[in-house]
């Protein structure tokens, strides 16, 4: 087999027996790279950091690679507006974790007498998910209706996901109560004339003898 260093250089064809003794004289494990190879080729390494960073390289080749997973959107000409909302939400879901989507509206019976009815309904529904993602190709009518695929934008010029916004909204305060009148004072709880009401003079209120004329 062909055994190359920790460093990359190569130290030529060894026995299995010979390349195993080199690899415990350093400390370190024979890794086989390249079985199909003539003769296989075979590596000294720390396997512990080789897989670290093995892993570590498919983690960030993953990041920069491109929405593989589709998710499939019905829509119908005659839609509602609540199910078009509901159908935008799914696919803002869909978009927001970097999947793709492919938009299927079908036709059925007369309605293929007024496909004009169908395209409203796919501009409609482009419009509402625009921040999120783009269609591949402009929307085109085959067979009995019309098929379309959509891919999330990036995210650095992708919108946030509605529900990510709504939870970074502060909660609404409650407002503050008003302030307490003070108590009153015992002279403002004494009953005070209206000021329609006559004031009240001495002696009796209904006197019998006020209209009595007195002859001397």
């Given at each position: 087999m062909r055994v190359?260093?920790?460093?990359?250089?190569?130290?030529?064809?060894?026995?299995?027996?010979?390349?195993?003794?080199?690899?415990?004289?350093?400390?370190?494990?024979?890794?086989?790279?390249?079985?199909n190879a003539t003769p296989p080729v075979c590596r000294l390494v720390d396997y512990g950091k080789f897989r670290y960073e093995q892993n570590k390289r498919e983690k960030e080749s993953k990041k920069h690679q491109h929405a593989t997973k589709v998710k499939e959107i019905q829509l119908?000409?005659?839609i509602d507006a609540h199910d078009l909302e509901v159908k935008?939400?799914?696919?803002?879901?869909?978009?927001?974790?970097?999947?793709?989507?492919k938009v299927t509206l079908k036709f059925r019976g007369r309605e293929m007498a007024h496909t004009e009815y169908g395209f409203q309904v796919i501009e409609k529904f482009l419009a509402m998910i625009a921040p999120y993602g783009h269609p591949d190709?402009?929307?085109?009518?085959?067979?009995?209706?019309?098929?379309?695929?959509?891919?999330?934008?990036?995210?650095?010029?992708?919108?946030?996901?509605?529900?990510e916004e709504a939870s970074g909204t502060p909660s609404a305060t409650r407002?503050?109560?008003?302030?307490?009148?003070?108590?009153?004072?015992?002279?403002?709880?004494?009953?005070?004339?209206?000021?329609?009401?006559a004031p009240?003079?001495?002696?009796?209120?209904?006197?019998?003898f006020a209209q009595l004329e007195v002859k001397t």
């Open positions: 190359i260093s920790e460093d990359g250089k190569q130290l030529g064809i060894l026995s299995l027996g010979e390349a195993l003794t080199l690899a415990r004289s350093r400390g370190v494990d024979l890794v086989e790279v390249a079985p119908s000409p005659k935008v939400g799914h696919a803002i879901d869909f978009l927001c974790e970097d999947m793709k989507l190709f402009e929307p085109k009518l085959v067979g009995r209706g019309i098929n379309l695929m959509i891919s999330p934008l990036p995210r650095n010029k992708r919108a946030k996901h509605p529900k407002p503050e109560a008003a302030p307490r009148a003070p108590a009153p004072t015992p002279a403002e709880r004494t009953p005070q004339p209206r000021p329609d009401q009240a003079t001495s002696g009796f209120n209904n006197n019998p």
